[in-house]
């Protein structure tokens, strides 16, 4: 009995962290970075940012996010570093001191292989976090019914001190990114805000995407912003009104780089603060 | 991403229109509140022009706090902020954060050197530290031939505020 529900316990904690890896999950788990402000002033500053995979905006409730993998460009283009990492039992948490004016990058891209396959007669899955260099190892030979997706997932915000930056939105050209047009760390709630998704450096048309007010707890019902990229790629999101607001946009394709790979899913998460005019 | 500087309307104004030598004096209330914990608000006043051009005339913040440190509360004048504030230098317009009740501020033709004559909303924004925010606006026109006064009023973190341009 005790085995079994250490099991299942287990089942429970592999399904919540894959479903925040995944892009086009069935489930609503959501991971989220909540920087403290994205819009500074002064010489220097320093913001805290709490990291969780959680249903509700922005409480955490299930899990922490990982902050190993966080990546921080500066607005000169050189690498920069979180401090204070520390992780609890449903979130995470994190310092970043702003010591460059311009805008910063803060956040981590994810890729990985997700697949299953059947082995007489029986379903298998790969381990989480299995790396594309393992695949040839990790599927047994007889197994059959062998499935093969490859997970590019991005979650990354901006901040800014002084003046906006353009710096760290040159697209890397790989996976789902984002191009402002209108600038993330210049969103008032009067204007529409205007972003560009980008495929492997070319214009995603057809994306659709998420846009959620964080607060939902106090609301009846969650305040959304649903929008479809155009054929260049941008979309336009009016905010019902100011505030911290979680925006997804995810696909998939066939345009795989991992050997065997029948799909791939793409994911693009940012957190985006809009301001009262 | 929008622009702007304390001078950006130079170039223009050097092609569209003839020296102006007006000046604004500014009647700002700030209401005497009865709260627990009172700080002075910070302030800032600017010129909207046409095209979302913007000239800063003057900021009140804690010029004197050690290390520019008032500095970091700027950004909580945000309209301010957003449309001047985080590409402008203030030091020639900065000046301290004032006590509530009537404060007069004369802003010199020196400080609308390059602006061209027309209509403009002249704004002001006050913020205070544990208390609220709040824009106040006046259309304001440069460059006539007579002394005019524009007035508005606030509800919360400005009382009335009056602007009388002299040419």
Request: glycine letters at 10%; a positive charge; aromatic letters at 10%.
């Given at each position: 009995m005790k085995m079994r529900s250490r099991l299942g316990a287990r089942a429970a904690f592999l399904a919540i962290s894959l479903a925040a890896v995944l892009p086009g999950s069935a489930q609503a788990h959501r991971a989220w970075f909540l920087p403290s402000e994205t819009i500074l002033s002064g010489e220097d500053a320093w913001i805290t940012v709490d990291g969780a995979v959680s249903?509700?905006?922005?409480?955490?409730?299930?899990f922490p996010l990982g902050t190993d993998g966080v990546k921080v460009e500066k607005p000169d283009g050189s690498a920069g570093s979180i401090e204070n990492a520390a992780s609890g039992k449903i979130r995470s948490t994190f310092d970043l001191h702003l010591d460059q004016p311009g805008t910063w990058k803060i956040g981590n891209m994810r890729s990985g292989v997700f697949g299953r396959y059947k082995l007489n007669g029986e379903q298998k899955r790969l381990p989480r976090g299995a790396q594309a260099s393992e695949i040839e190892n990790l599927i047994p030979a007889g197994a059959t019914d062998v499935e093969v997706r490859e997970n590019l997932m991005r979650n990354e915000f901006f901040v800014t001190l002084g003046a906006p930056t353009d710096?760290?939105?040159?697209?890397?050209?790989?996976?789902l990114e984002l191009v402002p047009v209108t600038h993330p760390?210049?969103?008032?709630?009067n204007e529409e805000g205007v972003f560009r998704f980008l495929i492997d450096g070319k214009p995603a048309a057809g994306i659709e995407l998420t846009a959620i007010l964080g607060g939902g707890r106090y609301a009846n019902q969650p305040v959304e912003v649903k929008a479809t990229s155009d054929a260049k790629g941008e979309v336009r999101l009016a905010w019902p009104q100011p505030g911290m607001y979680w925006l997804e946009a995810e696909t998939k394709d066939k345009n795989t780089s991992i050997p065997g790979a029948t799909e791939r899913g793409l994911g693009y998460v940012t957190t985006l603060e809009v301001m009262a005019p | 991403m929008r622009k702007t500087s304390l001078f950006a309307l130079t170039g223009a104004a050097t092609i569209a229109s003839p020296a102006m030598a007006d000046t604004i004096t500014l009647d700002i209330t700030i209401p005497r509140l009865s709260v627990a914990e009172y700080h002075r608000p910070y302030v800032a006043v600017w010129l909207e022009g046409d095209g979302g051009k913007v000239r800063t005339l003057s900021v009140w913040y804690d010029k004197d706090k050690r290390g520019g440190e008032?500095?970091?509360?700027?950004?909580?004048?945000r309209t301010w902020w957003r449309k001047?504030?985080?590409?402008?230098?203030i030091d020639g317009v900065s000046g301290a954060t004032r006590a509530p009740g009537p404060q007069k501020l004369s802003i010199p033709a020196a400080a609308l050197r390059g602006l061209p004559a027309g209509n403009y909303q002249l704004v002001v924004e006050a913020a205070r530290e544990v208390g609220g925010r709040e824009v106040v606006k006046l259309p304001v026109s440069l460059g006539g031939k007579s002394a005019s006064t524009a007035r508005a009023s606030g509800?919360?973190?400005?009382g009335s505020v009056a602007a009388t341009i002299k040419p």
């Open positions: 249903n509700d905006l922005f409480y955490p409730n299930h710096t760290v939105f040159t697209p890397s050209g790989k996976g760390n210049d969103l008032v709630a | 008032g500095k970091k509360w700027l950004n909580e004048m001047a504030g985080r590409s402008a230098s509800k919360t973190e400005l």
